[in-house]
């Protein structure tokens, strides 16, 4: 049988601003004790020093994450020059590097062979798994893996501003939108070798993450001042648990065709399966268009896959010959 929602607790997609200094993790505490909701998933995890989009699934919502695992990401990024750092970022140990003196025009030029489908090393500090251990374990303890390079994708890669108050320690400020995956701590430290000097990353926000964009994310105080006002203020942050899903094709269930997809079974929808994708996934909704789970064709009919909520046996007159 498929999942009931926590008791009490919320349902949706949250798009909360992550602050400088907690951990994503913090934040899904802090949205769990605020919310009174226990299960909640995040859709990509954002270090410590960074900020921005920190999209937030609730209650049955959390069964759709894997949904947005491949969400391409949007960053603006800090990049300071004149130094490399042991993890790629300011929280790494700093190693000055004399190099040349750099401009505007040559980090935009040195920028352009970053576009596009590259190959990229992840930072030894990073979260990867190497023979069943962490890499940042294995370099806290000073034997950093050397990981292999993984393909990622650059659609934009532009710098917005440059600043040369200390011309042998410029920054760059860049946006750069990629595929998941991609580290934009190595974007930084790349770059600088490019350059024939050293580089990190200073400072990072998430100004998107899939369809979920900064401007629409919610503060972590308006959230705390929400839940003193009690569930419901909390409630109204909330989008619908399939928000930023629009890409897959959605079919109206009856209540009986809900009701034998939640206990497994094959759906033969009475609206037919015109113009539905017969190799992908399907978001089934109620007749009020609220989606009760996901589905895919399998032969005429469809085969549930994942249901985010129980749903009762329909009342008597929706029954057939009720």
Not at 136 to 164: C, F, H, K, M, Q
Not at 221 to 234: F, M, Q, S
């Amino acid at each position: 049988m498929a999942r009931r929602p926590d008791p009490d607790g919320l349902e949706g997609v949250l798009v909360a601003a992550k602050p400088p200094g907690p951990t994503s993790h913090d934040v899904v505490a802090l949205v769990r004790r605020l919310s009174g909701t226990r299960r909640i998933g995040h859709g990509g995890t954002l270090d410590p020093f960074a900020s921005g989009v920190l999209p937030l699934f609730l209650g049955g919502a959390t069964r759709l994450v894997e949904y947005h695992l491949g969400d391409r990401k949007a960053y603006r990024a800090t990049i300071c020059f004149g130094s490399s750092s042991t993890t790629d970022d300011l929280d790494g140990e700093l190693t000055p590097i004399l190099g040349p003196l750099l401009d505007g025009e040559s980090v935009r030029t040195a920028l352009e062979q970053f576009r596009g489908e590259i190959q990229q090393r992840p930072p030894a500090y990073s979260a990867i798994q190497v023979g069943g251990r962490r890499a940042y374990s294995l370099a806290r303890e000073g034997a950093p893996p050397v990981l292999a390079e993984r393909t990622v994708t650059i659609d934009e890669v532009d710098l917005v501003a440059w600043n040369t108050d200390d011309p042998a320690r410029p920054i760059a400020i860049v946006d750069i939108a990629c595929s998941a995956g991609t580290y934009i701590r190595a974007i930084a430290r790349d770059l600088g070798e490019a350059l024939g000097t050293g580089a990190y990353l200073g400072a990072l926000i998430r100004t998107a993450s899939g369809p979920f964009r900064l401007d629409q994310a919610v503060s972590l105080d308006a959230l705390r001042a929400a839940a003193v006002a009690g569930p419901a203020a909390v409630a109204a942050f909330l989008l619908p648990s399939d928000a930023g899903l629009d890409s897959i094709p959605a079919i109206r269930l009856t209540p009986v065709e809900i009701s034998d997809a939640a206990m497994g079974r094959f759906v033969r929808p009475g609206g037919g399966l015109v113009d539905l994708p017969p190799d992908g996934p399907i978001r089934l909704q109620d007749p009020d268009g609220r989606i009760v789970g996901i589905g895919r064709i399998v032969g005429r009919r469809i085969a549930p896959e994942k249901m985010l909520k129980g749903v009762n046996a329909p009342p008597a007159d929706l029954l057939p010959g009720g």
